[in-house]
């Protein structure tokens, strides 16, 4: 028999047992099958990958076929004597469930199962907090725990009905005092204040990097999708780099940039992006800060779907969903976006049908070049065939266009060299910037390339 934990609650914890997840606990799984369309299967595919990825060895699986949950406790009165009855043939520690459980819920699961209870929301805020590496990221998820924990406190009988004054404290010292549970209250509360202050620091630092990569005048090209979609791989194979990649549910929870070569010497930064996810807690939305600013500010979305999941095209509309109501707000104009459908390699017939896109393969590198070739199209679509001038001074900053073949200098004269360029929009305001003056015949004849 293994020893359990037998330590007692920590002052933040007063949702069970245990509100955290501890490594090696195993577990048993519950979902409910409303008749919406989603499988069985596919139910326990997607919650049985989040608790692996937390560590967490899963025993057994329960579903209830029921159009809404109970109220109480989530699903029926025979289903938790089942549960109960699993857990303790199994001897398992935790039961998690695939949706968010209100406080009742969980209060009375636990006092019926006898054993700690976790919800899908605490489940994906554990792998965030075990997997986040930046200090921005690590106060976000902190913080959303926090949030999340608060209107779930509860007392936990006389021992937490402790009495400020007491009996023997003498005059003027004898009084209702706090209880424990309003102690833990104002320790939360506190904590999250300056957990908000530390966040607004780390946010104007994050601003400051953004102003630095806007000044280099490079598009910016930003990898989303769901999460094990395959972004990381992709990003490896346009930008050449060794970028972190592992096959499970959040392997990437820190936004990553890298410059990648389009061809003809034109140059984008890729950012890499933290995947989304069904059912993303509302609370952990602010830890994706710095992805959701990478792609409000992207010259291009790539929409990376896992072509080989049965729920491709559930994945790929979850994605969309976030985008429009986590992302971007009202009218706010929305970059073009590109879909890749990954994983072709694995793809015996090829991609679904009902799926649209560009099919490729970011591990074996098929139709990357197509994917390269249509990206450089979209963010370079406005380049213009230009006549300027640009003084001696700057003609270091005319090196990336002539090594590509993409300008050349005319003739030189007393203010500078005479060149005739295709650039983009972009390219044009960093030579403007360093001095580039249009000559008198302006836009060539062919303007659009």
């Known amino acids: 028999m293994r020893k359990r934990r037998t330590d007692g609650?920590?002052?933040?914890?007063?949702?069970?047992?245990?509100?955290?997840?501890?490594?090696?606990?195993?577990?048993?799984?519950?979902?409910?099958?409303?008749?919406?369309?989603?499988?069985?299967?596919?139910?326990?595919?997607?919650?049985?990958?989040?608790?692996?990825?937390?560590?967490?060895?899963?025993l057994a699986s329960l579903t209830q076929h029921r159009k809404r949950p109970d109220p109480a406790t989530f699903i029926g009165r025979g289903k938790v004597e089942e549960?109960?009855?699993?857990?303790?043939?199994?001897?398992?520690?935790?039961?998690?469930?695939?949706?968010?459980?209100?406080?009742?819920?969980?209060?009375?699961?636990?006092?019926a199962l006898g054993r700690k209870v976790i919800d899908r929301t605490q489940l994906i805020m554990d792998i965030f907090a075990q997997r986040a590496a930046t200090k921005e990221a690590k106060l976000q998820v902190e913080l959303a725990q926090l949030r999340y924990l608060l209107p779930r406190l509860r007392g936990w009988g006389m021992a937490l009905t402790r009495i400020g004054g007491g009996t023997s404290g003498g005059v003027g010292t004898r009084g209702p005092g706090e209880t424990q549970l309003e102690l833990d209250r104002n320790k939360i509360n506190q904590r999250i204040h300056g957990l908000e202050r530390r966040l607004?620091?780390?946010?104007?630092?994050?601003?400051?990097?953004?102003?630095?990569?806007?000044?280099?005048?490079?598009?910016?090209?930003?990898?989303?999708?769901?999460?094990?979609?395959?972004?990381?791989?992709?990003?490896?194979?346009?930008?050449?780099?060794?970028?972190?990649?592992?096959?499970r549910l959040f392997a990437t929870l820190d936004t990553k940039v890298r410059r990648g070569n389009l061809g003809d010497g034109r140059v984008a930064l890729f950012v890499d992006t933290v995947g989304f996810i069904r059912d993303l807690p509302h609370d952990l939305v602010p830890a994706f800060a710095a992805?959701?600013?990478?792609?409000?500010?992207?010259?291009?979305l790539l929409h990376v779907v896992d072509a080989?999941?049965?729920?491709?095209?559930?994945d790929q509309q979850t994605v969309l969903t976030i985008l429009e109501e986590e992302v971007f707000r009202g009218t706010e104009v929305r970059p073009p976006m590109l879909v890749a459908l990954n994983k072709l390699d694995l793809c015996c017939d090829g991609p679904p049908l009902s799926l649209e896109g560009l099919p490729i393969s970011a591990k074996e590198g098929t139709n990357v070049d197509r994917l390269l070739a249509e990206i450089g199209a979209i963010v370079y679509q406005q380049e213009r065939r230009l006549n300027f001038t640009l003084p001696f001074r700057s003609l270091h900053a005319l090196r990336p266009l002539t090594a590509s073949g993409r300008a050349r200098i005319v003739r030189y004269g007393e203010d500078g060299a005479y060149v005739e360029a295709s650039i983009s929009e972009s390219e044009w305001r960093r030579l403007h910037k360093a001095g580039a003056c249009l000559s008198a015949a302006g836009v060539s004849r062919n303007e659009e390339l």
């Open 9 to 58: 609650p920590l002052p933040e914890d007063r949702l069970g047992t245990r509100a955290r997840i501890y490594g090696m606990e195993r577990a048993v799984l519950v979902g409910i099958v409303d008749g919406s369309g989603r499988e069985e299967e596919n139910i326990f595919r997607e919650l049985e990958s989040l608790a692996e990825t937390a560590g967490i060895p899963v």
């Open 291 to 300: 992805t959701l600013e990478a792609v409000r500010y992207a010259d291009l």
């Open 308 to 314: 080989t999941k049965p729920t491709a095209d559930v």
């Open 83 to 111: 549960a109960k009855a699993a857990m303790q043939e199994l001897d398992a520690d935790v039961i998690i469930f695939d949706d968010e459980l209100t406080p009742a819920q969980a209060r009375n699961l636990e006092e």
């Open 200 to 247: 607004a620091k780390a946010m104007a630092e994050r601003h400051e990097r953004r102003k630095r990569r806007t000044k280099s005048n490079l598009p910016q090209i930003a990898l989303v999708g769901y999460t094990n979609s395959g972004k990381s791989t992709l990003l490896n194979r346009l930008c050449e780099d060794n970028t972190f990649v592992e096959d």
